[in-house]
């Protein structure tokens, strides 16, 4: 089993979800051509990182030239993309081959009407604390035996 976790630093880097899309795909299609076994895709985690947005303005502004005040819209267009393109990929290589997991929910505070990374597991705001790293080895057997 490949478990692979892609597609944030492009979205970090300044990528739109578009073209991280295409990345993730070919990466995943190559695992699945060159590989007998089976691939298991994370969903991207949340980012908190907003900090870096004003330094990726361009192309990530809005249409009057401010930079985005979240990763969170890019996170979650992408997580969608990635989903639909897993579809055409268990087509071509076979549904059990394939899977699409889902572990972010966990690393999200709710709170006075925003959704943002949870500070107290992702202390820099991208990378999980070691007890999420254990939710995450957890998420992944999880997801294996059931």
């Given at each position: ?26 990466v995943a299609d190559y695992v699945l051509s060159y590989t007998k076994g089976q691939l298991l895709?994370?969903q991207i985690l949340p980012r908190g990182d907003n900090h870096v947005l004003e330094n990726l ?47 972010g929910s966990n690393f999200i505070a709710n709170g006075d009407g925003y959704i943002e990374v ?29």
């Amino acid at each position: 089993i490949h478990v692979v976790v892609i597609g944030t630093n492009n979205l970090g880097s300044g990528e739109l979800p578009e073209p991280t899309l295409k990345g993730v795909l070919a990466v995943a299609d190559y695992v699945l051509s060159y590989t007998k076994g089976q691939l298991l895709l994370f969903q991207i985690l949340p980012r908190g990182d907003n900090h870096v947005l004003e330094n990726l303005c361009p192309p990530r502004c809005s249409s009057s030239r401010k930079p985005f005040e979240s990763f969170m819209p890019a996170v979650h267009k992408l997580n969608k993309l990635v989903n639909d393109g897993a579809e055409d990929l268990k087509e071509k290589h076979g549904k059990d081959r394939l899977g699409w997991i889902d572990c972010g929910s966990n690393f999200i505070a709710n709170g006075d009407g925003y959704i943002e990374v949870d500070e107290t597991v992702m202390p820099d705001l991208l990378h999980p604390n070691a007890a999420k790293h254990v939710f995450l080895a957890d998420c992944i057997l999880d997801f294996l035996y059931s």
